[in-house]
Structure formats: C-alpha cells, structure tokens
Nanobody, 117 residues
Framework: QVQLVESGGGLVQPGGSLRLSCAASGSIYSINAMRWYRQAPGKQRDLVAS?????????ADFVKGRFTISRDSAKNTVYLYLQMNSLKPEDTAVYYCHAGIITGDVWGQGTQVTVSS
C-alpha cells in the first residue's frame, strides 16, 4: 500500500508562486512515475506534469515554462513537488498527487489552489 498526502495549496495573487508537496509513504519501492493533476469546478481532471523514477519530466502545454515538477526521497518516503510560478486565475483548481504503482494507481486527497486578486 502507498499513501499520498499533499500540502502547500492556498490563495495567491496573479503572478505569484506556490510550491505543492506530496509525501508518499508505505510500499514506496512499488512507485514508478508520479504526476500532478488538477481539476477546476465543472471541468475534467487534467494532467499537469509527470516525472519518472529516473527524473525525466513532462509538462502540459498550459504550464510549460511556469511550473517545475521534481521528486526526492528519504529513508521511507518519496517526496513529489510542484513549483508553480507566474500563476494565473485559470490555474485555480484542486491539485492532486498521483503515483503509478505495480498494482495500479494511487491518489492523494487534493489541495486547493486559488489564484485571485
């Protein structure tokens, strides 16, 4: 079993920055790629960025050049980050951490990001 816990969301003004974190615990040896998704009210859940266990990252076009995904690991925990710069009102959404594991998918509970003046 893998558990994901996100943190770091909040309210920020347009043009500001936020850093999201996701801590993965449990059977972390089974984790492959990790991803950030987001879902705005009334809209589908979209992939924002992904990163492989080797550190290769990919981004959705709507965040390229503004967001940076990274991952790190400690003894029993894998950490996933999303550095978000130059935030826009359209970035407002619930952001979810996702881990692909051997037996399927694991999701975090989500963290709200609101970009508003």
């Amino acid at each position: 079993q893998v558990q994901l816990v996100e943190s770091g969301g909040g309210l920020v003004q347009p043009g500001g920055s936020l850093r999201l974190s996701c801590a993965a615990s449990g059977s972390i040896y089974s984790i492959n790629a990790m991803r950030w998704y987001r879902q705005a009210p009334g809209k589908q859940r979209d992939l924002v960025a992904s990163i492989t266990s080797a550190g290769s990252a990919n981004y959705a076009d709507f965040v390229k050049g503004r967001f940076t995904i990274s991952r790190d690991s400690a003894k029993n925990t894998v950490y996933l980050y999303l550095q978000m710069n130059s935030l826009k009102p359209e970035d407002t959404a619930v952001y979810y951490c996702h881990a692909g594991i051997i037996t399927g998918d694991v999701w975090g509970q989500g963290t709200q990001v609101t970009v508003s003046s």
